[in-house]
């Protein structure tokens, strides 16, 4: 397989990402980003400005991110220490004549006094920009993982429910027939024992004696 001459390689990806990246940061343009990957690599600016807006700028969305805000808190530090500071400036003037009136010498006179503080600003690099990246991605895979998970013990739980209310239908449907044959038993009984009683019933016989008192007679 044939490779172009004029292809680009993850490094040079690499260098064009980290130096827009930079000049993001910096409170650059993307051109002079593009003109610098492009003395550095022997291509135009605008195959540079071509690559990146077609293929490298969408792997980096969440390092522009980064990069724009800490442009702005870096453009927010320099304007801070930017803005002058005032101080009192009182001379004294005395006089040797007593007789002279008191005057009010003593004018305030202000100065602006620049300050310039030197703050340790951090830069970000591409490693930490990389490893921001990867434990972002982790971050996300893990809860995509919960995400599953959670939808598979729902599913679990629907289905226990499901076998609960069917062996709950058996189990009312059992006891029905469970009582309709404790009914027909009981009245089975019953029956056996209207059947076991005599049919017939006779009335005692009497018969009197020669004293005219009355006697049962026995069958």
């Known amino acids: 397989m044939k490779v172009r001459q004029d292809a680009w390689s993850h490094e040079d990806d690499l260098l064009l990402a980290e130096t827009v990246l930079r000049h993001i940061r910096e409170?650059?343009?993307?051109?002079?980003?593009?003109d610098e990957v492009g003395d550095a690599l022997n291509r135009t600016s605008a195959a540079c400005g071509f690559?990146?807006?077609?293929?490298?700028?969408?792997?980096?969305?969440?390092?522009i991110k980064l990069a724009k805000k800490h442009?702005?808190?870096?453009?927010?530090?320099?304007?801070?220490?930017?803005k002058p500071h005032y101080t009192t400036f009182e001379p004294q003037v005395t006089t040797e004549f007593s007789a002279m009136p008191e005057l009010n010498l003593t004018p305030s006179i202000t100065r602006p006094v620049q300050t310039v503080k030197h703050t340790n600003t951090h830069e970000?690099?591409?490693?930490?920009?990389?490893?921001?990246?990867?434990?972002f991605n982790e971050n996300g895979t893990k809860s995509t993982l919960l995400e599953q998970e959670n939808e598979e013990l729902k599913q679990r739980m629907s289905t226990i429910e499901e076998k609960y209310n069917?062996?709950?239908?058996e189990y009312e449907s059992i006891e029905e027939d469970y009582q309709s044959i404790i009914q027909i038993m009981d009245r089975a009984r019953r029956m056996a024992v209207l059947e076991e009683e005599p049919s017939d019933r006779h009335?005692?016989?009497?018969?009197?004696?020669?004293?005219g008192n009355l006697e049962k007679v026995a069958k």
């Open 71 to 82: 442009r702005k808190q870096r453009k927010r530090q320099l304007a801070k220490e930017a």
């Open 27 to 34: 409170g650059s343009t993307q051109l002079n980003a593009f």
């Open 203 to 211: 009335a005692p016989s009497f018969r009197m004696d020669k004293n």
């Open 166 to 169: 069917q062996l709950k239908k």
């Open 51 to 63: 690559r990146w807006n077609a293929v490298v700028r969408d792997k980096y969305e969440d390092a």
């Open 124 to 135: 970000l690099t591409m490693t930490e920009v990389i490893k921001f990246l990867e434990t």
